[in-house]
Structures are given as C-alpha cells and as structure tokens.
C-alpha cells in the first residue's frame, strides 16, 4: 500500500489542463455492452476506476484496443453475464452494467457492489425503475440477479430521488427497450447529459437529459461513434479550491466552468478572486476570505464531491462556516483527519461546524474514501512542516497520479510503498 509524503507552504505556479471526467467515463465505458460497433472515447484519465472497469468489461468478452488518451470498445462477443465480487467490490459503479445487459441480453448476475465507504448507498432506485420497464430480480447469496421476458419495455419511471447511477442504468436500459420511457425526477448532472450525448451520436433517441424529465424512444439497435469525454468538473473544482487555499495566481484550464456555478458562487462569497472564463477558471491572489453556511445538494446545487475540499479551505478562513451534507449519511470520515492537521471541527447529525482561523500542522492521516483522501492533501499543501498520508488508494481512483501532476507544478510530494 503506498503512502505520500508532502511538504506543506507549498506555492502552486502556472495552470493545469484538466482531462476527461471519471464519473462520465465509468457510464460511458458500460455503454459499450448495448452495441456491436465500435465506441471510440476519448480524453479518457488514467484511473484506477477506469481500468477496473475495463476489467469488468474484458470478463464480459468486450474487445478493448488503448491508445494514448483514446480507447476503443467493441461488445459484440459478449461471453458472459456474471460479474464478480473481486472487481465489483472496488467500485460501485459497477451496477452501471446491470441495464445495459438486461436490455440488450435479458439476464445478469452481479455481485452486491462496492466502491467508497460514505454511507449504505443501496441500490433499491436501480431495482425500482429497470423492474418499471419489466426486469425481474432476487438477491441471493450476495448477487442481484435479474431477469427479462424478452424484452424491456418503455414506461414511465418516477424515481423517488435523482439518483445519478439509477439515472444513467435506467437511461442505458432503455434505449434499446420496445416503445418510449419517460424518467421523471431524473438526475440532472453534466454526466447525464454527456451520457445522453454519446447515446445520441450511436443512434439512440433521448431528449431533456440534463433536465428533471428524460424522453427515450426505444431503437432496434445502436452504430458506431467517436466520442470526446466531458472534462472532469470534480478534479477542476478541487484545484480551484487549491489554488485559492494557497492564495497565488494559478489557472485552471480545459473546463465548463458554467457546471461548477455553485462553487464558485460560494467561493466568491469566502472573498476568493476570480476570473471566471466559458473553459477556464483564474485565481488571482485575495486579501481576506471569510466563513460560509453551504449545503451540498444534487446537482445544480453544491457538489458533494467537493465537500470535503470546501471543509478544508474553511479551516483556514477568518470566521467559522458549516456545511449541510444531504446526499450521503457518512461523508464525514475526514473530519477526524482534518483535525488531526490542527483543523477544529465538530459533527452533529448532518451538519459539520468548522472553526476558522486554524492553521495546519503536518501529522500522520489516513485517507478514508476518494474526496476525504483529496481534502488531506489540500491542507497539507498549506500545513507548516510534512505530512504523510496513508492509504492513498482511494485517491488514485480519482485522480490522476497526483504527486506526479501536483509534482509539475511547484508541491513537494513523493509516493512511497509502505
Ligand atoms: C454518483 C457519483 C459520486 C457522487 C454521487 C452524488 C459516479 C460514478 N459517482 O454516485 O461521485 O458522489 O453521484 O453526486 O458517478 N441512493 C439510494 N438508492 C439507490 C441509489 C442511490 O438510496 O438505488 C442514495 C445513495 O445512498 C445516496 C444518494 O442516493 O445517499 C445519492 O446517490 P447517487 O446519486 O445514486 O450516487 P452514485 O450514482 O452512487
């Protein structure tokens, strides 16, 4: 297991190009089962959730050729339909391929998934709306196990939350069913409608993606498309926070800055600087930030993924904030963390109470899931002295090798195997 060691004052120069999103490209990746062309994606990161989802899809008999930024994808020999507990555990978005197998296929078995350790996370949204378009399933001995008379059938689908997954499973499931399925309440996030869009290009019928209600006309079958992967709105927000954490000029390049709307509301707000273009964000140094009240929300609202990486800018404001979290009952596992970095925050219930005015120290963490792991590393990077992380596994599943990009632009920090 490797650990990182990073030395804190650390000034950060120049601009980062962010690159294609994970949780576009997990989706997208699936989509691949619903075709016997080629899906040719590009801009796609070097993750690790990325290649255990080629993984995934290799046991599936999906023939995959890399190249560079580029992968191509081809379902036509697909062998089997059970998806096992080792890859499935790692990541939860595995369950993506579930409608895309029932759709075009009738049957799956996939183990119970897995993925970050932020709360209970079921999957009852995905059972409810693939059995609205008449799938079967039972658990049994950890697998859900689903199965289709024939075919899915278009139908309306009311989710009891905008679930994101259940969206997209949902969405993929049903373009290749019999007849229309409208999908009331329906996650509205960026990666919805970069879903929709590459569907759209392979033949598929969808229309209002990005809205609270999609329209999918069932099509027989789907053709071949290149497709370039939207940028990642996640690891653009975590650089930007950063940058105004180390309070110096940087640019955050290659974005749509109009998905992050609601941090750089909040971020102006706290008193940040900022020169907000169509594809890039500047951050230009600032004399004062102050605390805030935010609540994370589904999207257009405050990214949970940026949570954590808020909470740590907040430790170091004049004045205290809190922060709501509404989507996961157990996305505070950095807080102890934090504190441990000198940070002086409190959990009741949903709500964290961050005091601001603290200044990080360097100390011993552990990384916790894939956004608690990022947060650590921004207050490290303004911590007096060195601060080792562990357990940095997490952090590869979403972002790209971080001690090597954060490495390039001014940061002290070194991977070591422990
Ligand atoms: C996706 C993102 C993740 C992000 C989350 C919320 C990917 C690969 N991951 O996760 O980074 O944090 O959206 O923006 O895109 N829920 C149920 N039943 C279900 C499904 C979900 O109760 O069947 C609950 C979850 O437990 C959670 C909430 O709904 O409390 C949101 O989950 P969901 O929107 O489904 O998130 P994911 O798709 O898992």
């Known amino acids: 297991m490797d650990k990182l060691?990073?030395?804190?004052?650390?000034?950060?120069?120049?601009?980062?190009?962010?690159?294609?999103?994970?949780?576009?490209?997990l989706p997208l990746l699936v989509s691949s089962l619903l075709t016997n062309k080629d899906l040719i994606l590009r801009n796609l990161p070097d993750l690790e959730d990325i290649n255990n989802m080629q993984k995934l899809l290799k046991e599936y008999g999906v023939s995959i050729k890399n190249k560079k930024n580029e992968i191509t994808l081809n379902g036509k020999n697909i062998f089997n339909r059970v998806a096992d507990y080792d890859i499935v555990r790692k990541m939860r978005a595995s369950i993506l391929i579930l409608g895309p197998l029932l759709s075009k296929f009738g049957e799956a078995k996939i183990s119970l998934p897995g993925g970050c350790a932020i709360g209970t996370r079921p999957i009852d949204i995905h059972l409810l709306g693939l059995k609205q378009l008449g799938a079967?399933?039972?658990?049994?001995?950890?697998?859900?196990?689903?199965?289709?008379?024939?075919?899915?059938?278009g139908n309306n689908v009311d989710l009891p939350f905008p679930s994101v997954g259940a969206t997209e499973n949902?969405?993929?499931a049903s373009v290749l069913a019999k007849g229309n399925t409208k999908i009331i309440n329906s996650a509205k996030e960026p990666e919805i409608i970069d879903l929709a869009n590459s569907l759209n290009s392979m033949g598929a019928k969808i229309s209002g993606a990005g809205s609270k209600i999609i329209l999918i006309e069932g099509v027989n079958s789907l053709k071949k498309t290149n497709y370039q992967i939207l940028s990642d709105r996640i690891v653009a927000g975590t650089f930007i926070i950063a940058a105004v954490m180390i309070n110096k000029n940087f640019k955050v390049k290659k974005i749509n800055?109009?998905?992050?709307?609601?941090?750089?509301?909040a971020l102006e707000k706290m008193g940040a600087n900022l020169k907000v273009k169509k594809t890039s964000v500047e951050i230009l140094p600032t004399e004062k930030l102050l605390g805030i009240n935010i609540k994370t929300a589904p999207y257009p609202g405050f990214p949970t993924?940026?949570?954590?990486?808020?909470?740590?800018?907040?430790?170091?404001?004049d004045g205290d904030s809190e922060i709501k979290e509404t989507i996961f009952e157990n996305r505070f596992m950095h807080v102890p963390e934090l504190n441990r970095l000198g940070a002086d925050i409190k959990v009741k219930k949903e709500t964290a109470y961050i005091k601001g005015n603290r200044k990080f120290k360097g100390a011993q963490v552990m990384a916790s899931d894939l956004r608690a792991s990022v947060s650590l590393v921004l207050a490290?990077?303004?911590?007096?002295?060195?601060?080792v992380i562990n357990r940095v596994y997490h952090l590869d599943r979403g972002y790209e090798k971080i001690e090597k990009t954060l490495g390039k632009l001014g940061p002290k920090i070194k991977r070591?195997?422990?």
Not at 143 to 153: A, D, M, P, T, Y
């Open 5 to 25: 060691i990073i030395s804190g004052n650390a000034k950060l120069k120049g601009s980062i190009a962010v690159k294609g999103s994970k949780n576009s490209a």
């Open 136 to 153: 079967e399933f039972q658990i049994e001995n950890g697998f859900v196990i689903g199965k289709v008379n024939k075919h899915l059938i």
């Open 170 to 172: 949902i969405l993929m």
């Open 257 to 265: 800055s109009h998905h992050l709307d609601s941090l750089i509301v």
């Open 305 to 317: 993924d940026l949570q954590a990486q808020i909470m740590a800018l907040m430790c170091i404001v």
């Open 380 to 387: 490290a990077l303004c911590a007096n002295g060195k601060t």
């Open 416 to 418: 070591e195997k422990i």
